[in-house]
C-alpha cells in the first residue's frame, strides 16, 4: 500500500485482514464483545499501516456517546538525537518510540518523530515546521544525550521528559525506574545462590541516569552483608565489554554472576573464554526477546513511551505550557524474566 499515514482507513485494514469496515471500527474502540484475538489483530493491522484516527471524526464519536465534545489535537511530536533506524538498533530506545506511537494511536493522535540536534538554524527550522502543523505537545526523549537541552521556545509548548535526569529541565518527566530494577535483580541473584555479584553498566547510561543502577547495587548490597561486594565497572563506548579493561575486572574479581544492562556482555564473556552459564551466569537489566542475556530484569520500556503519551495528552488540553515550578518524575518498574543463563547455584 502506497498511502501515506494519513491516508489510511478503517476500510483499508478491513480490505487487508478480509474483515468487514464494522469489525475493525468496533476492534479499534476497544468493544468486549469481538474476541481478544480479534481486537489485537485489528491493532497490530493498524499499527503496521500507520492508521491515525481523523481527530474530528474521533472527536465527533466521543460526542455522540457522551453529549459532550471532545476536542482532540491532531499532531504531537517526538524529539530525539537519533533516527528511526538508529533507534531500531537498541531495542529500549525503539521500544520508546514504539510505546507512545501506539498510545497516540488508541487516543486519536498523529505522533511525528523529529531528529533533533543542537544547532540553532535546525531548531529555528523545526519551530517552524512544528507550528505549520499545529504543534503544542512534544515528547523530548535525549537518548544518553550529555549536552544541554536543544535550543527551542520550550514555553511555547506542553513538555514530556523521557529519562534525562542528567538535563536541568523543569518539565515533567517519565521514566524505568532503573533504581528499583537493580534492586530487584541483586535480590533476586541473592535468592538463587549468588555471593560474588559483579555491575557492569554503561558509563553513558549511568551519566545520563545520574548513577541509577549504581544506586540500586549499592543500596541492595549494604542491605545484604552476607554478599560480596564488588566495585561496578563502567563499560566505556563504542566496544564496552570487549575492551580489555573488562576482562581483567573479571578476572581480579573473580564474579560467579554478572548483571549488566548491555547485550553484549554474554558474548564478550564466551569471547573471553568464560562458558555461560557454567563458568560464570549472565544477568541482563534490559532484557529483550532473542538478544543477550536470556534471564534479568525487563525495563518495560513501551509502557514508558505510553505513559510520556498519556501524560502530554493531558498537558495539552488543560494548555499547559513551559517549564513548571515543581515537575514530578513518574518511574516504571520492571519485570523479571527466567532463563538457562541464570541457573540456581543453591541447587547446584
Not at 265 to 288: F, K, N, Q
Not at 303 to 328: C, D, H, W, Y
Request: net charge neutral; with cysteine.
Amino acid at each position: 500500500m502506497n498511502s501515506s499515514p494519513g491516508d489510511v482507513t478503517m476500510k483499508d485494514i478491513a480490505r487487508v485482514l478480509h474483515l468487514d469496515p464494522s469489525t475493525v471500527s468496533l476492534s479499534l474502540k476497544g468493544d468486549l464483545r469481538l474476541k481478544a484475538s480479534t481486537r489485537e489483530k485489528v491493532r497490530a493491522c493498524a499499527e503496521r499501516l500507520g492508521y491515525v484516527p481523523h481527530p474530528m471524526l474521533s472527536a465527533l464519536s466521543h460526542y455522540r456517546h457522551t453529549g459532550h465534545l471532545k476536542l482532540v489535537t491532531s499532531s504531537l511530536a517526538f524529539l530525539c538525537p537519533v533516527s528511526l533506524g538508529e533507534m531500531r538498533e537498541r531495542h529500549a530506545h525503539f521500544d520508546l518510540w514504539e510505546g507512545a506511537r501506539a498510545c497516540a494511536l488508541s487516543m486519536g493522535y498523529r505522533l511525528e518523530l523529529f531528529k533533533i540536534d543542537h544547532d540553532p538554524d535546525h531548531a529555528r527550522q523545526l519551530e517552524r515546521i512544528l507550528h505549520a502543523r499545529g504543534i503544542t505537545g512534544i515528547i523530548y526523549a535525549p537518548i544518553l544525550e550529555e549536552k544541554a537541552p536543544p535550543p527551542i521556545h520550550w514555553e511555547n509548548y506542553s513538555v514530556i521528559l523521557i529519562e534525562g535526569q542528567n538535563l536541568d529541565m523543569q518539565v515533567h518527566k517519565i521514566s524505568n525506574d532503573q533504581t528499583a530494577i537493580t534492586r530487584e535483580a541483586v535480590a533476586r541473584l541473592d535468592k538463587k545462590g549468588y555471593r560474588r555479584i559483579g555491575l557492569a553498566v554503561g558509563s553513558r547510561e549511568e551519566e545520563s541516569l545520574r548513577h541509577a543502577f549504581s544506586a540500586g547495587y549499592y543500596i541492595e548490597m549494604a542491605l545484604r552483608p552476607h554478599l560480596d561486594l564488588i566495585s561496578p565497572f563502567y563499560l566505556a563506548y563504542p566496544r564496552g565489554p570487549f575492551y580489555p579493561e573488562f576482562r581483567q575486572w573479571m578476572q581480579r574479581n573473580r564474579c560467579d554472576v554478572v548483571l549488566s544492562n548491555w547485550d553484549a556482555t554474554a558474548a564478550a564473556l564466551r569471547e573471553a573464554g568464560y562458558r555461560v552459564p557454567e563458568d560464570i551466569a549472565v544477568a541482563s537489566l534490559d532484557h529483550t526477546s532473542g538478544e543477550g542475556a536470556n534471564a534479568g530484569m525487563r525495563q518495560n520500556s513501551r509502557a514508558v513511551g505510553a505513559r510520556a503519551l498519556e501524560q502530554l495528552s493531558m498537558l495539552v488540553k488543560s494548555s499547559q505550557r513551559g517549564f513548571i515550578t515543581t515537575p514530578n518524575t513518574t518511574l516504571i518498574p520492571g519485570t523479571w524474566i527466567e532463563g538457562s543463563d541464570l541457573p540456581d547455584k543453591v541447587s547446584a
